[in-house]
């Protein structure tokens, strides 16, 4: 990797956001409050798939992969700090491309740390150890990009997982009827179903993560699901995305997920 040294910087550090679609609802939230401080330091300096083209890392001929260098070369012309931090949005709709919605027989679980979740039992049962190994599988690349990532932010990045699920399948419905030609056999899975895979998708990231001294920034964020922990109505953008009003409270979130960090580290 071409790397341009990092400068020393007694400022408050910086926060560099880049992701692909899960960035535009805090890209739209940033610019309507930007403005309101002078001293704006939150920066999304990748956004989008036009953005951020091509695979999130890259195998090198020698065999050693590295981060996409769009993504090194965006990060280098943001001009970093060794206190700033950088925040990844990329790759997480995993639990969507294995629960959302299934075109043959479906399959349902006891996701042990939620065992009072209802199970549809006209589905074929699974053991959570089976869900959890076809979902490490779809998120082999994510496990290489945590890797390649912590050690190009040297301690200071933050992984944000994906929003919860919503309960009805209006979005979904909408988004089947744009992505697939042939709708007739494709049936959208139960929410009960949906919701524990994600919560087993968010465990397993947030896993990576720690192995990889990632902090981790879970989308469950106060106010914003209901009682069973489905995405209220009002944070909803479509079948996959939370909106602007979930991102505004994204960024808090994150900015107070940092300022716990240097409290620590000052300690």
């Known amino acids: 990797m071409y790397l341009i040294p990092m400068t020393q910087s007694s400022s408050p550090p910086q926060v560099f956001i ?12 940033l610019n309507e409050v930007r403005g309101q401080d002078d001293d704006f330091r939150t920066k999304v300096v990748l956004c989008g798939t036009k953005d951020f083209p091509g695979s999130i890392w890259l195998g090198n001929p020698d065999g050693r992969p590295t981060l996409s260098p769009v993504l090194i070369a965006a990060l280098n012309r943001a001009e970093r700090t060794k206190d700033d931090w950088l925040v990844s949005m990329v790759q997480g709709n995993y639990y969507n491309q294995l629960a959302m919605v299934t075109d043959g027989p479906g399959f349902d679980f006891v996701l042990c740390d939620h065992e009072d979740l209802p199970l549809d039992e006209d589905n074929y049962f699974l053991p959570e150890a089976a869900v959890r190994a076809m979902l490490e599988h779809k ?19 933050i992984v944000v997982g994906p929003p919860p699920p919503p309960f009805g399948e209006d979005e ?6 744009q992505s697939h030609s042939d709708k007739s056999t494709i049936q959208i899975s139960s929410p009960w179903l949906r919701l524990k895979v994600w919560r087993l998708q968010d465990k397993i990231m947030r896993d990576i993560c720690r192995k990889n001294a990632i ?7 106060d106010s914003t699901f209901d009682l069973n922990g489905f995405l209220l109505p009002e944070f909803i953008r479509d079948a996959v995305h939370a909106n602007h009003h979930h991102a505004k409270k994204l960024l808090v979130a994150i900015d107070s997920l940092i300022a716990s960090t240097a409290e620590a580290e000052v300690v």
Request: glycine residues 4%; without cysteine.
């Open 18 to 29: 880049f992701g692909h679609s899960h960035v535009w609802p805090v890209r739209r939230a």
């Open 139 to 157: 998120m082999a690349n994510f496990a290489v990009y945590a890797r390649l990532l912590a050690r190009y932010a040297s301690g200071r990045s």
């Open 172 to 177: 979904i419905r909408a988004l089947v009827a």
């Open 215 to 221: 902090l981790f920034q879970t989308s469950a964020l």
